[in-house]
T-cell receptor, first 114, second 114 residues
């Protein structure tokens, strides 16, 4: 079945440093979504990428979708303490039977040291 | 709109006890999902439903049951609680399951089985 791997599992950065998390799928994806979960909270949708090579920005966050639509990355510039949380990617793909499935990665937990 | 609501927020069960986790959404979404999230881990799909009267197993369905009698409600039943079911349970909903669908998560239910 479809597998979505995410690295690193944990990342500790000094406030102001950059942060990147990577997502890799075992199969070609139709789209990829990114979610953020604050400590003790629930996952909240951030963005969706659909096109090969697509790049989207949200303030200090930059999201990329690979040319082959099998990998993606989230880059945060100049991290702030408000960025603390776990970032999940979720890959969407259609099975051989034509049904659509969204598979979550295990997430990258970001800690920011003030 | 309240979005996705879950009750209870927290529950302690003894081994062998049973309980129902409630989930309600007021967004008229067809698709609903139950995930579990073990400490420091990602989301694992337990069951999902594509509409009233239709449910299907996810990645980790053993020990759980679901029903979907209405569009709004998707309760999760634990019949014989085991320590391995200690986790945080998230309910989510989406309008469709095709490309572009975003999953909206409830606040979660923290379950401790002793």
């Amino acid at each position: 079945g479809q597998q979505v791997m995410q690295i690193p599992q944990y990342q500790h950065v000094q406030e102001g440093e950059d942060f990147t998390t990577y997502c890799n799928s075992s199969t070609t994806l139709s789209n990829i979504q990114w979610y953020k979960q604050r400590p003790g909270g629930h996952p909240v949708f951030l963005i969706q990428l659909v096109k090969s090579g697509e790049v989207k920005k949200q303030k200090r966050l930059t999201f990329q979708f690979g040319e082959a639509k099998k990998n993606s990355s989230l880059h945060i510039t100049a991290t702030q303490t408000t960025d603390v949380g776990t970032y999940f990617c979720a890959g969407g793909a259609y099975s051989g039977a034509g049904s659509y499935q969204l598979t979550f990665g295990k997430g990258t937990k970001l800690s920011v040291i003030p | 709109n309240a979005g996705v609501t879950q009750t209870p927020k927290f529950r302690i069960l003894k081994i062998g006890q049973s309980m129902t986790l409630q989930c309600t959404q007021d967004m008229n979404h067809n698709y609903m999902y139950w995930y579990r999230q073990d400490p420091g881990m990602g989301l694992k799909l337990i069951y999902y439903s594509v509409g009233a009267g239709i449910t299907d197993k996810g990645e980790v369905p053993n020990g759980y049951n679901v029903s979907r009698s209405t569009t709004e409600d998707f309760p999760l039943r634990l019949e014989l609680a085991a320590p391995s079911q200690t986790s945080v349970y998230f309910c989510a909903s989406s309008y469709s399951t095709g490309e572009g669908e975003t999953q909206y998560f409830g606040p979660g239910t923290r379950l401790l089985v002793l």
